[in-house]
């Protein structure tokens, strides 16, 4: 079975610098899609970003940016500038590419929070 | 567009109780998929709906059960409620059921039980 693990369980920065969120995963499947989440208070879980093990071009949505190591079997998240709005519980996911099943596999969070 | 819908926002039940939860996922989404999260566990997989059909279940009781309705609004029951199922249920769509799809969550029901 996949595991998804995230060994920071919290994280702080200060606004305007720069962040990394670490995650890990363990699959023996070579096609597969990884995604980070963030839950602000309010709870709703928002996609940050996403990235296809197939893709050696690291994904980026703004200050948002990933470095995957497949061979590492590590998916980090980098986020520049922070800002007050990225304090949440961030979650790695990660999903097979293969068969049906669609079910995402979280790991525990980090809870980030930004200082001024 | 809206976004994923679920309703009722918070539930307050007793042991032994049954509840209903519903989602509506996003317009001409068809693909719903139900997940638990609390602080103990985590974020746990429920089951997966595309076309009325469960394509997929995670590792729960049988208390636990859904259905998908034609127009892709989904509703899940727990029966016989326990302290356990105290959490949040999230409700995530998206477009079609293949591995590529990206999963959009709904705010989430929150379910005390007593």
């Known amino acids: 079975a996949q595991t998804v693990t995230q060994s920071q369980p919290e994280m702080s920065v200060q606004e305007a610098e720069t962040v990394t969120l670490s995650c890990t995963y363990d699959?023996?499947?070579?096609?597969?899609?990884l995604f980070w989440y963030k839950q602000p208070p309010s709870r709703q879980m928002i996609l940050v970003i996403r990235?296809?093990?197939?893709?050696?071009q690291n994904a980026t949505e703004n200050r948002f940016s990933v470095n995957f190591q497949k061979a590492a079997k590590s998916f980090s998240l980098k986020i520049s500038d922070s800002q007050l709005g990225d304090a949440a519980m961030y979650f790695c996911?990660?999903?097979?590419?293969?068969?049906?099943?669609?079910?995402?596999?979280f790991g525990t969070g980090t809870r980030l929070q930004v200082t001024l | 567009k809206a976004g994923v819908t679920q309703t009722p926002r918070y539930l307050i039940k007793t042991r032994g109780q049954q509840v209903t939860l519903s989602c509506s996922p996003i317009?001409?989404?068809?693909?719903v998929s139900w997940y638990q999260q609390t602080p103990g566990q985590g974020l746990q997989f429920l089951f997966e709906?595309?076309?009325?059909?469960?394509?997929n279940k995670g590792n729960f009781p049988g208390r636990f059960s859904g259905r998908q309705f034609s127009n892709s609004r989904s509703e899940m029951n727990v029966s016989t409620l326990e302290l356990g199922d105290s959490a949040l249920y999230l409700c995530?769509?998206?477009?079609?059921?293949?591995?590529?799809?990206?999963?959009?969550f709904g705010p989430g029901t929150r379910l005390l039980v007593l």
């Open positions: 996911a990660y999903r097979s590419g293969t068969g049906t099943a669609s079910k995402l596999t």
């Open positions: 995530a769509s998206s477009l079609g059921a293949g591995v590529e799809e990206t999963q959009y």
């Open positions: 699959t023996s499947e070579s096609d597969y899609y």
């Open positions: 990235q296809e093990a197939y893709k050696q």
């Open positions: 709906y595309f076309s009325e059909t469960q394509r």
């Open positions: 317009s001409g989404h068809r693909s």
